[in-house]
Nanobody
């Protein structure tokens, strides 16, 4: 059974940082492409960052230079380091496995000005 468990969300002030984690179970993690998406109230879910099984990454233009996606295959975990957070980054962040089209439960990120 595929499982994704996100953690690390919370309330921060503008300019601060957070690191999100997503631990996977029930899959061969190392061969799967992974992604982080977010959905703000009233908006569509959007891709924030993706990482392939080989470690190649891609980012939404809005987060380039501020966010970093990485993975630790030994821990079956993908991370999203978010620096210089802005009010517009506030959303529920979801982890996603591309091959299975499977979503985690989401973790809330709130950025206070």
């Amino acid at each position: 059974q595929v499982q994704l468990v996100e953690s690390g969300g919370g309330l921060v002030q503008v300019g601060q940082s957070l690191r999100l984690s997503c631990e996977a179970a029930g899959i061969i993690f190392g061969i799967n492409d992974m992604g982080w998406y977010r959905q703000a109230p009233g908006k569509q879910r959007e891709l924030v960052a993706g990482i392939t099984s080989g470690g190649s990454t891609n980012y939404a233009d809005s987060v380039k230079g501020r966010f970093t996606i990485s993975r630790d295959n030994a821990k079956n975990t993908v991370y999203l380091q978010m620096n210089s957070l802005k009010p517009e980054d506030m959303a529920v962040y979801y982890c996603h496995i591309t091959l299975y089209d499977y979503w985690g439960q989401g973790t809330q990120v709130t950025v206070s000005s």
